[in-house]
């Protein structure tokens, strides 16, 4: 079963603009991880955050969780085509058990 | 230093086949775990080995089995393949730090 959902679904934008995922998770977590993957191809590790932090940065990428509400938000900055592809966050308590979301579809258009 | 690698990319067996699917992980690495990927939605968890032994397991019947070999590598073999084993399997492994990596996947079509 997943962990929880990414919303939205799908996000389509045009090159230049700020794109922002968000993600919803059950229970509670070690840590949260966001993930690319373009066309059903492995995943490509964006950003660690750890339950104790509340925001990390890294190149455009912004994220934030809030363990209160057990969300997490992916913000890209000054988005490009090759940042289309579909972004998964995935959590972990104490284990290397990841549990995922069920994706977020971002295209990014010239 | 070379990434996750999987082999075969992809794979086509019938109903009813075995498969053997095969992952190396990063140099260093000890903990291999395997997901599976069906279309349209997000990897599951399946299983996890550490030091060739198994740490965590997933929601999956007993027809997936694994095992870790002594240079961490490892493999996952599904029995008696049914149409919904068809997906993207993914190995991934995790060294000091709490990230996993991926590797590309192994692509399985079961007719």
């Known amino acids: 079963s997943q962990q929880g959902e990414e919303d939205p679904q799908a996000l389509s934008i045009q090159e230049g603009e700020n794109a922002t995922m968000n993600c919803s998770y059950k229970?509670?977590?070690?840590?949260l991880q966001w993930y690319r993957q373009n066309s059903g191809r492995g995943l490509v590790h964006l950003i660690l955050?750890?339950?104790?932090?509340r925001e990390k940065h890294s190149g455009r990428l912004r994220v934030t969780l809030d363990t209160s509400k057990k969300s997490s938000s992916l913000l890209i900055t000054a988005s490009r085509a090759a940042d289309t592809a579909s972004y998964f966050c995935a959590t972990d308590l104490n284990t290397d058990k990841l549990i995922f979301g069920t994706g977020t579809r971002l295209q990014v258009f010239p | 230093d070379a990434g996750v690698t999987q082999s075969p990319t992809h794979l086509i067996k019938t109903r009813g086949q075995h498969v053997t699917l095969r992952c190396s992980p990063i140099?260093?690495?000890?903990?291999v775990s395997w997901y599976q990927q069906v279309l349209g939605q997000g990897p599951q968890f399946i299983f996890q080995y550490y030091e060739k032994e198994e740490r965590g397991r997933g929601n999956f019947p007993d027809r997936f089995s694994a095992r870790q070999f002594p240079n961490y590598s490892s493999e996952l073999n599904v029995n008696a393949l049914l149409l919904g084993d068809s997906a993207l399997y993914l190995c991934?492994?995790?060294?000091?730090?709490?990230?996993?990596?991926f590797g590309p996947g192994t692509r399985l079509t079961v007719l």
């Open positions: 955050i750890r339950s104790n932090e």
């Open positions: 229970t509670s977590i070690n840590n």
């Open positions: 991934a492994s995790t060294g000091r730090s709490d990230t996993q990596y």
């Open positions: 140099s260093g690495h000890k903990s």
